[in-house]
C-alpha cells in the first residue's frame, strides 16, 4: 500500500479521527487538572467529540434529506443521528449548567474551586 494510499485513507475517515483527537484532549483535560472549571471544559469537549462522530457517521455524500417523492430516485441520509444529537446538545447544556451551579455553591462554601484543595479542607473537617 503507498503513502499516497493511506494518506487518502485517513483523510476519508477524518472526521473519526478529530472525534478521536477531540475526546482525548478532554479526557486528558478532566484527569489531570484540579480546577473544577477545566474539568467542566474537559466534559465539554468530549461531548463535541462524541456529537462530531455521530453526525459524521449519519453523513452520506450526496444524500437529501429523507423526504420521499414519487418518481425520483435518491440516496437518502441517516436522520437518527441528528435527532439523536439535538437531544445529546440539550442534555449537555442542562449538565453543564447544573455543575457550573455546584462549582459556585463549592467556591461559596470553601472558598477555592480546586479539587484538591476542597478535600484537603473537607479531610481536616
Do not use: C, W
Not at 466534559?43 to 414519487?70: C, H, K, Q, R, W
Not at 441520509?77 to 455553591?105: C, E, Q, R
Amino acid at each position: 500500500m503507498l503513502m499516497t494510499d493511506i494518506a487518502l485513507k485517513l483523510f476519508d475517515n477524518m472526521y473519526y479521527l478529530v472525534s478521536m483527537v477531540l475526546f482525548i484532549i478532554g479526557f486528558h483535560t478532566m484527569l489531570t487538572h484540579s480546577n473544577l472549571i477545566k474539568k467542566v471544559i474537559g466534559m465539554n469537549v468530549m461531548d463535541t467529540a462524541i456529537f462530531l462522530f455521530f453526525v459524521s457517521t449519519g453523513y452520506v455524500t450526496g444524500g437529501v434529506a429523507p423526504i420521499i417523492e414519487p418518481g425520483v430516485e435518491q440516496t437518502y441520509i441517516n436522520p437518527l443521528p441528528t435527532a439523536l444529537i439535538l437531544t445529546g446538545i440539550v442534555v449537555a447544556v442542562s449538565v453543564t449548567a447544573f455543575a457550573l451551579a455546584l462549582i459556585v455553591k463549592l467556591y461559596h462554601h470553601y472558598g477555592t474551586i480546586d479539587a484538591e484543595e476542597i478535600m484537603r479542607i473537607r479531610s481536616t473537617e
